[in-house]
């Protein structure tokens, strides 16, 4: 069946509402790889979807990686306390959490501005916007500030504060799970990093597009087949670790998604699997630009490579999963990109509800393809006394009809309803929904996918005594 009530224009408006209001209270905390500041963010996804929570102990090894140690940051500051300076913080985590280095070990000196300077990161170039900068995997510290703010900067001396832990503790991440109502245990992976602070259109709209999707799955009128789970766990070492402990799971993955930047004005991207002819790439591929729906004209089509977020994970040899990517601006090619200037003014309600509703979309394709086969195939099955075909002759055929011919001619149990209407040049949903009626009928059924094609010899001959 298809989850065509998943996300209809007025539910996509208010979905996108409840995901800038979520933008809206996550924006302030202070995420990273590790951390309270996760946690919180879990809890308020959690009081959105059901989320199944995990706690990875400091140390634990995922492959050639392992869990760091936990950070958690209380306060940080520069202080001038040279003459004039009357101890004024000139650089302040209180009023933005990009100001320290994520995972900036514990620092408490007096240092002259020379000192300090190696220890400071701006923009010259963008004198008012404060760079996002990390340190996970080497012991140092640093402060961020705005070009402006450094060059006013005195000699000092200054007093220099990271009021912060980095000692054992726990890598947190959640899912959320809609159980399919097939047979079949096979899952759809949907992932989305949560470990950026103060950053909206990289982290929290990735994360509110992906708790929307999950809540219209939960609450849909009719259940997915598939399993739907959605991650939501730190970039690189969160997937690492979710597949480390995920292993056996990997083989029912039909299709999957990395989720990401969402929220800006470009338009929107995909970024085919490592393998680039899943079921994933053909129901983003006929989505954004099938020849039969214009609606994402716009949308761009990208090749894989081995950069990027999570997929860098997934789609690596050993798992190599039928996983892709979908952003509005990629990551890297807009100008905000991890700086301060990736605030609330650069994402777009609009622009949440379009990717939303692009999702919804897809995740309806990929959770109603299958591979019909037609039971009835030797000469046209007659349409009209089973109330399926206009029962006035002459006519050309209407849509209904012209997708029931396809599917009836198609389905021989080599194609899938995917590859029928790319070949019909039709939308999915009606080829999808001609199967349905003729499945209804009694002349189509779904082949299982561990099912061969039954091959054009046999059928020639007759069914089986
Ligand atoms: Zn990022």
Redesign the pocket.
């Known amino acids: 069946m298809l989850l065509d009530a998943l996300l209809p224009d007025d539910a996509a408006g208010s979905a996108a509402a409840d995901a800038w209001a979520l933008i809206e209270a996550l924006y302030p905390l202070c995420r990273s790889l590790t951390g309270d500041g996760v946690r919180q963010t879990l809890d308020r996804i959690g009081e959105r979807i059901p989320l199944i929570r995990t706690e990875v102990p400091s140390g634990t090894p995922a492959y050639d990686w392992e869990i760091p140690r936990e950070w958690n940051i209380r306060d940080a500051w520069i202080a001038d306390v040279g003459p004039g300076g009357n101890g004024r913080r000139v650089v302040d985590f209180r009023a933005h959490n990009l100001h320290v280095m994520g995972y900036s070990v514990p620092v408490r000196q007096m240092m002259t501005l020379a000192e300090l300077q190696p220890y400071l990161h701006s923009l010259p170039d963008r004198p008012d916007w404060i760079p996002y900068r990390t340190s996970y995997y080497r012991e140092q510290w640093g402060f961020c500030l705005r070009h402006r703010d450094r060059e006013r900067l005195g000699p000092g001396p200054y007093e220099v504060v990271i009021d912060a832990d980095l000692a054992p503790g726990h890598l947190s991440y959640a899912e959320s799970v809609i159980p399919g109502q097939g047979e079949s245990d096979d899952e759809v992976l949907v992932y989305t990093h949560t470990c950026?602070p103060s950053l909206a259109n990289?982290?929290l709209s990735g994360i509110a597009v992906a708790v929307e999707l999950a809540r219209a799955l939960h609450h849909a009128p009719t259940k997915p087949r598939l399993t739907w789970r959605f991650i939501f766990g730190p970039?690189t070492i969160g997937s690492l670790a979710w597949l480390s402990r995920n292993e056996e799971r990997l083989g029912r993955v039909r299709a999957g998604l990395v989720l990401g930047l969402l929220g800006d004005p470009g338009v929107l991207h995909y970024k085919h699997s490592r393998r680039g002819d899943t079921l994933t790439d053909r129901a983003a591929a006929h989505v954004l630009r099938g020849t039969a729906t214009h609606e994402n004209a716009e949308a761009k089509l990208l090749d894989f490579e081995p950069y990027g977020y999570d997929e860098r994970q997934f789609c690596s040899p050993g798992f190599d999963l039928p996983m892709g990517r979908l952003t509005r601006s990629p990551?890297s090619t807009y100008a905000e990109y991890?700086t301060s200037a990736d605030d609330l003014t650069l994402i777009r309600a609009a622009q949440l509800a379009s990717a939303l509703q692009t999702l919804a979309r897809l995740a309806s394709v990929i959770d109603a393809n299958r591979t019909p086969l037609n039971l009835s195939p030797k000469g046209e099955p007659r349409l009209g006394k089973r109330g399926l075909y206009g029962s006035v002759g002459g006519g050309a055929p209407g849509a209904f009809e012209h997708a029931l011919l396809w599917v009836l001619n198609q389905a021989d149990g080599s194609r899938d309803l995917l590859a029928i209407a790319e070949r019909a040049r039709l939308p999915f949903e009606q080829v999808e929904q001609a199967a349905s009626a003729l499945e209804r009928a009694g002349l189509l059924r779904t082949l299982e996918r561990t099912e061969a094609a039954p091959d054009s010899e046999s059928r020639k001959k007759g069914p089986p005594p």
Do not use: L, Q, T
């Open positions: 950026h990289d982290n970039g990551n991890h």
